[in-house]
């Protein structure tokens, strides 16, 4: 039995510029941080000639090419993992669907796997590029990079994204007071909604490509954010950091009609109230997980308890895509 995990990520400045339509023209720059939310594979061998996947769904195919999920499909394919005595099952501490980049998590994850069962070692920078060259250029999903990138690293990570497809990973120095109180001060709340971010990432890709002069500017400015971001977080001034955030979520709301909701706006403004410093609606947009910046933390648990949220706590994950367990 192969067991695999790869960590969720929140991201910290510069979302949105790792889009092909952007970094392609602009050089996109991302921070991003892998948190202990994982998404779980494991592959064992069964006992009939089948191959048998679990995960929201349960198929028993022959072959590879009847596989459904295109995800599984085109990474048995590229890792050349025919079966069919074989069980692949997904488990995710968190929804699809909310923000975390848990597809790019399973994409990684599952790679993983699969080079384990053929016993071949791939180094983080390649299993991103084999995720994203899955998702992007083989399955055509309007997304960005950081996910696949993020989830195979871990850490908190500086990633540019070059005109020439090539993505420069940097871990980010953080002084570890100002890492523990990071840590300590970022609080993750579930908004209630789960939502596909394709349609948002879809309407910011068109007007990206057809040079839309309000979404360029926006975009230019989130990676100006990003560079800022990364500058207050290496000089350890979280309350800087925090300001940046709450700008940079009233710039990202302007970027699509989609991007937040009445109840958000309301949420978010409770919660800043309360005590919170910064925040924003966690990757694309639209639902999910709010994520706030809080020193008071006790004032705006209790908001957000008394409003219906329930919290995930956070912890960072150094780790990245790793294997658990081999036998």
Known sequence: ????????????????????????????????????????????????????????????????????????????????VTGPYLDIVSLSDIPAGTGLGSSGSFTTALLRALHTLKR????????????????????????????????????????????????????LKIPPEALANLEDNLLLFFTGSARSASEILRDQDRRTRDSGKDMLENLHFTK???????????????????????????????????????????????????????????GAGGGGFLMLYAEDKTRVRHAMREAGLREVRVQFDFGGTTVVAHS
């Open 1 to 80: 039995m192969i067991i695999t995990r790869s960590p969720m990520r929140i991201s910290l400045g510069g979302g949105g510029t790792d889009l092909p339509s952007y970094y392609e023209k602009f050089t996109g720059f991302v921070v991003a941080a892998a948190i202990t939310r994982y998404v779980y594979i494991t592959i064992n061998e069964a006992f009939w000639p089948q191959i048998r996947l679990k995960y929201s769904k349960l198929e028993e195919v022959e072959t590879v090419e009847q596989i459904q999920h295109p995800i599984i499909r085109e990474a048995m394919k590229l890792t050349g």
């Open 120 to 171: 071949n070692f791939v180094p983080p920078q390649e299993l991103a590029e084999q995720a994203c060259h899955i998702e992007i250029d083989l399955l055509h999903e309007p997304i960005g990079k950081q996910d696949q990138y993020i989830a195979a690293f871990g850490g908190i990570t500086c990633f540019e994204f070059l005109p020439d497809h090539r993505v420069i990973a940097a871990p």
């Open 224 to 282: 100006q954010l990003g560079f800022e971001s990364r500058d207050a977080l290496a000089a350890g001034d979280l309350w800087k950091f925090a300001e940046l955030m709450h700008r940079h979520w009233e710039h990202k709301k302007k970027r699509s009609p989609g991007m937040s909701s009445g109840r958000v706006d309301e949420l978010y403004e409770l919660a800043r109230a309360n005590g919170a410093l910064g925040g924003k609606l966690v």
